[in-house]
C-alpha cells in the first residue's frame, strides 16, 4: 500500500521529509477504517459512553457500601444480601413516604 512505502521509506531510508504524508495517509486510512459512519472499530467502545456507564457503576457501588457501613450493625448479611433482600422494602418505604401515602415512621 501506500502508507506502508512512504513508512518505510521513512524509517528504513530516514527521510524525515516523509512525515507529514505518512501522517495524511495514516489519518485517511482511519477514516476509510471506520466504515462510512465514521464510526470507531467495531468492538471497542465509545470512551465517552464507557466513562459515563462505569462512573454511575462506581456511583452506586459507593454508596451501596456506604448504606451497608451505617446498617452494619442492624442487620445480619453482607453488600450481595443487602441489595437483594433490604434494599427493595427500603426503596417501597421511602417512595411511599414521599409521595405522602404514609404519615411517618413506627419503630
Not at 27 to 51: I, M, R, Y
Not at 56 to 81: D, P, W
Amino acid at each position: 500500500s501506500d502508507f506502508a512505502e512512504a513508512e518505510n521509506g521513512l524509517r528504513g531510508g530516514q527521510n524525515w521529509s516523509l512525515l507529514p504524508f505518512c501522517a495524511m495517509l495514516a489519518v485517511k486510512t482511519g477514516f476509510h477504517a471506520g466504515g462510512p459512519n465514521g464510526g470507531g472499530l467495531p468492538g471497542f467502545p465509545d470512551f465517552t459512553s464507557w466513562l459515563g456507564r462505569n462512573s454511575s457503576k462506581g456511583k452506586k457501588a459507593r454508596l451501596l457500601h456506604e448504606l451497608q457501613h451505617h446498617m452494619n450493625y442492624k442487620i445480619s448479611g453482607g453488600a450481595q444480601e443487602m441489595r437483594l433482600s433490604y434494599l427493595p422494602v427500603l426503596r417501597d418505604r421511602f417512595l411511599s413516604l414521599l409521595l405522602g401515602r404514609e404519615e411517618g415512621l413506627t419503630e
